[in-house]
C-alpha cells in the first residue's frame, strides 16, 4: 500500500519570498512521485514528476523538488514566490505499473504582497 | 480543446435521485480513472479502466455507484439513490498505456451538490 502525507494545510508566505512545501510517502516498491497544481476553478496540472532518473527534477513555473530515498520525502520549492502562485498542492505517488495515483490531503499556499 | 473533458460541470440534485457524469479522455489514451475529492482533501481513485475493461474499484465505490466505458472511449460514472455524502467533486483523468509512471492528465470536474 502506498501513502502521501503533506505537512502543514496551509502555508503563507509574501512574495519574492522562499516557497518549501512537504511531502512525504510511503511505499512498498520504488515510487513514482508527482507534484499537481489545482487553481480555483480548474483541473489538476502536472508541476513535475520523479521517475527514478535524476533526483532533482524541475517543473513548470520555476518550481523544483528533490526525491530523497534515505528521508521518504519529494519536497517542492520555488526560490521566489509569485502572486499567481496562489493555489493548492497536491503530491501524489504512483506504483511501478501507473494504475492508479494516490494524493496527499493537499497544502494551499497563500502568496502575501 | 484536445483535453480531458466532463459534463456537466455542476449538478445538485435531491437526495434519492440517480445522477450520470460523462468523461471525454484524451482521444490516444487508453486508461481513463475516475477520482473523488471532498473540500479539504485530495483526490480519491475510485476505478480505472484500460480500454474498455474495469480494472481495479476503490472500497469506496458502493454498490449505488457504477462506471462503464463501453467503447473504450468516452466512460460514465452513475450514482443511484444520491446521498448528502455523495456530495463531492467528481473527476476524470486519462493517460497513455505505454507511459506506465502514473502521469494523469486530468478534467475540470464534474461538481455534485446533493440536497
Known amino acids: 500500500a502506498q501513502s502521501v502525507t503533506q505537512l502543514g494545510s496551509h502555508v503563507s508566505v509574501s512574495e519574492g519570498a522562499l516557497v518549501l512545501l512537504r511531502c512525504n510517502y510511503s511505499s512498498s516498491v520504488p515510487p513514482y512521485l508527482f507534484w499537481y497544481v489545482q487553481y480555483p476553478n480548474q483541473g489538476l496540472q502536472l508541476l513535475l514528476k520523479?521517475?527514478?532518473?535524476?533526483?532533482l527534477v524541475k517543473g513548470i513555473n520555476g518550481f523544483e523538488a528533490e526525491f530523497k530515498k534515505s528521508e521518504t520525502s519529494f519536497h517542492l520549492t520555488k526560490p521566489s514566490a509569485h502572486m499567481s502562485d496562489a493555489a493548492e498542492y497536491f503530491c501524489a505517488v504512483s506504483d511501478h505499473a501507473g494504475n492508479m495515483l494516490t494524493f496527499g490531503g493537499g497544502t494551499r499556499l497563500m502568496v502575501k504582497p | 480543446d484536445t483535453g480531458v473533458s466532463q459534463d456537466p460541470r455542476h449538478k445538485i440534485t435531491k437526495r434519492g435521485q440517480n445522477v450520470t457524469f460523462r468523461c471525454d479522455p484524451i482521444s490516444e489514451h487508453n486508461r481513463l480513472y475516475w477520482y473523488r475529492q471532498t473540500l479539504g482533501q485530495g483526490p480519491e481513485f475510485l476505478t480505472y479502466f484500460q480500454n474498455e475493461a474495469q480494472l481495479e474499484k476503490s472500497r469506496l465505490l458502493s454498490d449505488r455507484f457504477s462506471a462503464e466505458r463501453p467503447k473504450g472511449s468516452f466512460s460514465t460514472l452513475e450514482i443511484q439513490r444520491t446521498e448528502q455524502g455523495d456530495s463531492a467533486m467528481y473527476l476524470c483523468?486519462?493517460?497513455?498505456?505505454?507511459?506506465?509512471?502514473?502521469?494523469?492528465?486530468f478534467g475540470e470536474g464534474s461538481r455534485l451538490t446533493v440536497l
Open positions: 520523479y521517475t527514478s532518473a535524476a533526483t
Open positions: 483523468a486519462s493517460s497513455h498505456g505505454q507511459d506506465n509512471t502514473g502521469e494523469l492528465f
